[in-house]
């Protein structure tokens, strides 16, 4: 079971995870919660519909990780090979994303939460161990799937990632490139991830 997804009887995963791979995983995943950012107050409003229909930004983020994470809906509009085209993606882009970034925003934040809650459980399940098995349910999971995504998004986008050919360059960097330890944590988050998705598959 060491460093891969595993299913368990009834449904959900398991994993072996070490101290130093727990703290890996917690680490990135409270970053990731940072770059995202906070969520709306929750006494911003007592009127539950006025929180649904809550407007959300209209210009894609600055940051590049974050254009990663929340992309245009419609396509590149730089790449679009008309003017007019660009300008209608751009818009029906800046529409799309004022009505639902919130909301994506929300369900990564829960998903980030989610990997913290579950590690720090089995941190402190496990003190005083050198690692654990991390047991996850069926909706837990889901939601380890989708961070492991997010997160592996996060550092592709850091290390200018953009297709598979980057990927395979990534194996031959040499050991002093500044880079390697965060495309070691790439690589192994891809594992992960792989594994889980087995385990996951009918």
Do not use: C, H
């Not at 590049?64 to 730089?78: K, Q, T």
């Not at 085209?85 to 751009?90: D, I, K, L, T, W």
């Not at 496990?126 to 889901?142: I, N």
């Amino acid at each position: 079971m060491p460093g891969q997804f595993e299913p368990l009887p009834g449904g959900g995963a398991a994993v072996a995870l070490d101290d130093v791979e727990i703290s890996i995983i917690r680490s990135l995943a409270v970053q990731l919660l940072e770059l995202i950012g906070p969520g709306p107050a929750e006494d911003a409003s007592d009127d539950p519909l006025a929180e649904l229909f809550a407007e959300g930004p209209s210009e894609p983020p600055s940051d590049p990780v974050l254009r990663r994470l929340f992309p245009d809906a419609y396509g590149d509009p730089g790449s679009a090979p008309q003017a007019a085209e660009a300008e209608e993606q751009r818009a029906y882009s800046a529409e799309f994303r004022r009505y639902t970034e919130n909301d994506l925003r929300a369900g990564k934040r829960e998903n980030a939460l989610a990997v913290i809650r579950t590690l720090d459980a089995l941190s402190s399940a496990s003190a005083g161990e050198d690692g654990a098995v991390l047991k996850l349910s069926p909706g837990e999971s889901q939601q380890w799937l989708r961070a492991l995504n997010d997160l592996r998004l996060a550092i592709g986008s850091r290390l200018e990632i953009t297709d598979e050919d980057d990927t395979d360059l990534l194996y031959r960097l040499p050991d002093e490139d500044p880079r390697k330890p965060m495309v070691m944590a790439y690589l192994w988050l891809g594992g992960l991830q792989e594994s889980l998705v087995a385990t996951l598959l009918p």
